[in-house]
């Protein structure tokens, strides 16, 4: 599993961690933060968030073009800068006022902007480490373990949020977390706590940075373009004209699929988030508080790769050692979920833990079945894997939809009152299967992207992987539109057709895809 792979993909992999970790607990109370604080609706909080999405994700286009000129590890150092001035305004206290709007729009500028600099020519770097001979083979690999990487900070930053809220609400007015109290002094606690968990970003993308400049001498030797690269005598990639069009033309068929992906697998931040808010009992009770236990859950998560050591070590020492220590996880795992009260009480953030989760402990099953069928001689193209992705992501969906049988519609429900009465099972049923599907399709995306991409447009074309992301992420609005106007039924309806239709189209491109990036 780790096995031929340069440091270089450690630095940049565990640099991204801590972006990401800061990153994400500001996205998981992002539309809550809204709500408490300016009062908006959930209509109103999801267009907000789905128009930053798609900022964020559009922006690395231009970061991408950039840095094809100006060079990659250039515009990392400077998207890092960027984004830490954007989290902090985010995190300095203003009123529910104008000010108050003016700061939040512009710290959320600096932060799409900073993103859009740092983002896709991080993951450049990580894909021009493949390029040598050496380490091609590992291409695919090296994405999946980057692409868990990045969710370790993911997987850590809702129970980081919830941790905060819950400090600052019982120490700013005794409050304790509930999703249907509307009092203003409560509310502006929450919101007060909601702008700590901004600053807990700040301090994130510093550690990201001492990591990235500490380890530069693993991945100096990837920083470097095409025109860099003819100009120090450098061995490139040559094609002609016809193959330049033909890659070029097989990325942008690919991105304008993957769109209706993230348009619903990014749900998890509104349509999913006010689905646990409105819908969900989120008083928890017997087996299935370890789930609201992120240590436990990392225990669990860290034994998968200790179990797969123990299990692929050709060394009898090895083996033992690292069943000893897959054994001590699960008791610890254990203690910890012992200890938990009975019921605990989860809140609506909390659900967007398991998708992480469930990238990080699932992504060595992936390598191992995927790699199994590569030395069988059976191979699964990365196009071929998105396809299944998005035929996955309806299967997901259809989980909600079932959950949603004959509940009262958000319409009829009212804004301020909820129906809890659903098991969490269910949004954690729907999380593992979209994960499923994320696996499927996103790091090997990234990968398809870094092996295919002409050398003089790898930035730009990284680039346009985001921004098919960020159409999607803008288009993930349409179901927090609907929230209050359409049945909950139709809402997921609209997703599952969606994706079974780009599932469709794109395993009817598979051939001509091949031939494109022969």
């Not at 440091?7 to 109370?29: C, D, P, V």
């Not at 993308?205 to 400049?213: D, E, G, T």
């Not at 240590?295 to 009898?316: D, E, G, H, N, P």
């Not at 989860?346 to 995927?370: C, E, H, K």
Request: aromatic letters at 16%; hydrophobic letters at 50%.
């Amino acid at each position: 599993m780790f096995e031929n792979q340069p440091k270089g993909l450690y630095a940049l992999a565990l640099a991204n961690t801590g972006e990401r970790f800061g990153y994400y607990t500001m996205l998981a109370i992002f539309t809550l933060f809204m709500q408490a604080k300016f009062g908006w609706t959930e209509s109103g909080a999801g267009q907000v968030y789905a128009v930053f999405l798609a900022v964020v994700y559009f922006a690395p286009l231009f970061g991408g073009m950039i840095a094809d000129k100006w060079g990659y590890g250039n515009c990392v150092k400077l998207g890092m800068g960027i984004m830490f001035l954007g989290y902090l305004g985010l995190a300095i206290p203003t009123g529910a006022d104008t000010a108050g709007l003016v700061a939040m729009f512009a710290g959320l500028a600096c932060v799409s902007l900073g993103t859009g600099l740092f983002k896709g020519n991080l993951q450049v770097l990580v894909g021009n480490l493949y390029d040598d001979p050496k380490y091609s083979a590992s291409r695919d690999s090296a994405f999946s373990l980057f692409y868990m990487a990045i969710n370790i900070g993911a997987m850590f930053a809702p129970s980081m949020a919830k941790w905060i809220t819950n400090q600052y609400l019982a120490a700013n007015g005794g409050f304790v977390y509930d999703a249907a109290n509307q009092d203003p002094a409560y509310l502006e606690a929450l919101y007060g706590a909601y702008g700590l968990c901004f600053g807990v970003a700040c301090i994130s993308l510093v550690i990201s940075a001492v990591i990235y400049f500490a380890c530069r001498n693993w991945f100096k030797h990837a920083d470097i373009t095409a025109k860099q690269a003819k100009e120090t005598a450098a061995p490139v990639e040559e094609l002609t004209p016809k193959q330049t069009h033909d890659r070029i033309v097989a990325l942008l068929l690919v991105f304008a699929v993957v769109i209706f992906f993230w348009m619903a697998f990014h749900q998890n931040g509104s349509a999913l988030t006010f689905f646990a808010k409105k819908y969900t009992n989120l008083t928890v009770r017997g087996e299935m508080r370890i789930g609201f236990n992120i240590f436990s859950l990392a225990l669990i998560a860290a034994s998968v790769y200790t179990m797969f050591s123990a299990i692929q070590s050709k060394a009898r020492n090895t083996k033992l050692i690292c069943g000893a220590i897959t054994l001590i996880l699960w008791v610890s795992a254990y203690f910890l979920y012992f200890g938990m009260a009975d019921p605990t009480y989860a809140q609506p953030s909390d659900f967007q833990q398991f998708n992480p989760f469930f990238v990080v402990a699932l992504t060595p099953f992936s390598m191992v079945f995927f790699g199994a069928l590569e030395k069988k001689g059976k191979p699964v193209s990365a196009p071929t894997r998105i396809a299944w992705g998005m035929f996955v992501a309806a299967i997901g969906f259809g989980v909600i939809t079932l959950a949603s049988t004959n509940l009262i519609s958000p319409m009829d429900l009212g804004a301020d009152q909820t129906q809890s009465i659903l098991s969490p099972g269910w949004l954690i049923s729907t999380y593992f299967t979209l994960t499923i599907a994320e696996l499927l399709l996103s790091p090997m995306g990234i990968s398809f992207v870094s092996k295919v991409a002409p050398p003089k447009y790898k930035g730009m074309m990284m680039g346009g992987w985001f921004v098919a992301t960020a159409i999607g992420n803008y288009l993930s609005s349409i179901p927090s539109m609907l929230w209050n106007k359409i049945p909950l039924m139709y809402n997921w309806g609209i997703l599952i057709a969606l994706c079974l239709i780009s599932a469709l189209v794109m395993f009817a491109l598979l051939k001509q895809l091949k031939k494109m990036t022969e």
